[in-house]
């Protein structure tokens, strides 16, 4: 995979997306280098997935221009890896977590895999990378709907990483995990990033489990959006700006950022913040929308 | 001479086998296991149960139909479901957009397919306004009359689904589990589905000339199911469908020659029976391994730093 070249992973330039007749948001440009770690942040209903479907080359746009990998969204699918915003797998789904991996890799070719010994022990070598990758390997031999939501979504990230994708585009991968698994999951998609020089672009509720680890934030709000470091972007001037009421970003002692008096409505994870202890106070808006 | 089940089971094959229509019997029974194994193989794990159900009850709508047309019943049955098939994958797609409807929208799209095809069977056999023949042999099934015609037809039939669901098996599968990443590769989810169910209604149509329309459950899900209860290997589990779905065909079709009940009883009897002990077997294999030990969430990965 190229972590070079100058064209950005992705661009968008003025773009604007109508769904329905509503104008989901409008005249939004933002790019995301190779290599780079970007969260992209927003209430619900900001148009985040939106986002996602429109450099997937599943969803037009209304106006403006969008460039992937250097190309039209969709034209580069191969080297694009997806991990769609989900609910678990069917406890009944009786495949195991390596033949998920494995339809990532040739699951959309016709006809049967030949028994070519070469071309499909070369396939297996790369889905058990990928899952080694993950560190699913113990589990990756167990039927999908065996495993826990942590071990799925691990399995998930090894199934759109065995492409080697040069971008990575995540659908809220922490969504439904318990507070370490949400810090090791980010950490994994951190340390990939990294070693492979792989863009990505994760979508989130809560930004705190990745604040150590990222390059920038794109945020959503309004119809419009903001890009720009942690620091630059998570502050109560930009952040009243963009939701047109004011609000406060405090910042508590262990570094953990908290969103207060976001129109949003009421965190539905209060579980979580409590069994972690830490920061349980502040619930009401340890997530930044 | 009259058939008589003795102890000596080589004698009781050798029996069987010298008969023309009962070797008949048995290849059709082989070539309908196979199919409907592998076309019930990729049904349950769609969990399309309720589609294939549907496809099962054309066979009154066929059969009638073919009796207002003067054409035999299998025919009307291959056409009824393939029509079938073709309306339900329509339903789905009423909506418009690339992915799968949600499940119960699917199901009642589906229901409305079999009240209106019933309807119009019945309307087929008032227009009729006679008997239909052989209703106890399209009902539960039979090892008569499998001629040699019939048995080609069913040859070409299995071959021709067996062919098409190679060709699409792997987007199929992969359409099936996990529509989004599917579609997102390329895959057309939609379509895939359609052409499944087309294959769908001809297996069906297939298997229900040896099990009968009401019981060809047995051979689409019994062996499927049970084989998927013991195994979560695709290759494996499917593989295990078509040993299952023969082993079924020929112990219901051989027991029935003895007595004088249809084959369709015996077949669906055996593939309740083993889909009892695959489970049993499943249960007693999981309890014996414990409470499976989940792997430790703390199984740290690369480069996790916190946990």
């Keep these: 995979m190229s972590t070079s070249g100058a064209t950005p992973a992705f661009e968008l330039r003025a773009a604007s997306v109508r769904l329905g007749g509503t104008t989901v948001w409008s005249e939004l440009s933002a790019s995301v280098a190779r290599g780079e770690f970007v969260a992209l942040l927003g209430a619900n209903g900001s148009g985040k997935s939106t986002l996602l479907r429109v450099l997937l080359g599943a969803l037009a746009l209304s106006a403006g221009s969008a460039d992937v990998l250097g190309a039209a969204p969709g034209r580069s699918a191969r080297a694009v890896g997806y991990l769609p915003q989900r609910r678990a797998f069917d406890s009944g789904t009786r495949l195991r977590g390596r033949d998920i991996v494995r339809l990532g890799l040739d699951g959309d070719r016709y006809g049967l895999p030949l028994p070519g010994r070469r071309a499909s022990a070369a396939a297996r070598a790369r889905v058990a990378e990928a899952i080694e990758l993950v560190g699913a390997s113990a589990y990756a031999g167990r039927a999908i709907g065996e495993a826990s939501g942590g071990e799925q979504q ?29 810090a090791a999951v980010a950490a994994l998609v951190a340390h990939i990033s990294r070693s492979h ?56 002692s262990d570094g953990r950022l908290v969103v207060v008096g976001a129109p949003d409505p009421p965190a539905h994870h209060h579980d979580r913040h409590n069994r972690a202890g830490a920061g349980a106070a502040a619930h009401s808006g340890a997530h930044a929308h | 001479m009259s058939p008589h089940l003795g102890p000596n089971v080589a004698q009781d094959v050798s029996e069987l086998v010298e008969y023309h229509f009962m070797v008949n019997a048995l290849l059709a029974g082989a070539i309908v296991a196979v199919t409907a194994g592998v076309a019930g193989w990729l049904m349950v794990l769609r969990a399309e149960a309720f589609a294939g159900h549907t496809l ?41 957009g690339r992915t799968p ?24 056999l008032s227009l009729y306004g006679g008997v239909l023949g052989d209703l106890e042999s399209d009902l539960f099934g039979t090892f008569l009359g499998v001629s040699d015609e019939r048995l080609i037809t069913l040859l070409v039939v299995g071959a021709a689904v067996l062919a098409v669901l190679a060709a699409i098996a792997r987007p199929l599968v992969f359409a099936s589990v996990d529509p989004d990443v599917a579609a997102a590769h390329g895959v057309r989810v939609r379509a ?22 009401l019981l060809v459950f047995s051979l689409l899900v ?5 084989a998927q209860a013991l195994t979560s290997r695709p290759l494996a589990s499917l593989v295990l469908t078509v040993a299952l779905g023969l082993i079924v065909a020929w112990v219901g079709l051989g027991v029935s020659y003895f007595s004088t ?11 309740c029976l083993v889909y009892v002990l695959a489970r049993l077997l499943a249960g007693l294999r999981s309890r014996r391994g414990g409470p499976r ?15």
């Excluded at chain 1, 989130?204 to 959503?220: E, K």
């Design chain 1, 154 to 182: 691990r399995l998930l990230i090894a199934q759109a990483l065995v492409r080697k994708p040069d971008l990575l585009l995540l659908d809220e991968p922490l969504d439904g995990l318990d507070l370490p698994s949400q």
């Design chain 1, 197 to 252: 020089g792989m863009a990505v672009l994760l979508v989130a509720h809560d930004v705190n489990p990745l604040l150590p680890y990222l390059d920038r934030v794109i945020y959503l709000a309004g119809g419009r959006a903001v890009e720009g470091t942690v620091e630059e972007v998570i502050t109560a001037e930009t952040l009243s700006e963009l939701h047109g009421v004011p609000i406060e970003v405090l910042r508590a």
């Design chain 2, 56 to 96: 099962s009850v054309m066979a009154f709508p066929g059969a009638s139909a073919a009796a207002l047309a003067g054409i035999p019943a299998a025919w009307g049955y291959y056409a009824a479901c393939a029509l079938a098939a073709l309306a339900i994958g329509r339903t789905g797609s009423l909506r418009g």
């Design chain 2, 101 to 124: 409807a949600p499940r119960g929208e699917a199901a009642a799209g589906i229901a409305l397919v079999q009240a209106a095809a019933l309807a119009a069977g019945f309307l087929f």
């Design chain 2, 192 to 213: 895939l589905g359609s052409v499944f169910l087309l294959a769908l209604g001809l297996a069906v149509a297939a298997a229900s000339q040896v099990t009968g329309a």
């Design chain 2, 222 to 226: 019994g062996p499927a199911a049970s």
């Design chain 2, 261 to 271: 009940y249809p084959a369709g009883f015996f077949i669906a009897t055996a593939s």
């Design chain 2, 293 to 307: 030990a989940r792997l430790p969430a703390a199984e740290p990965a690369p480069g996790e730093v916190l946990a």
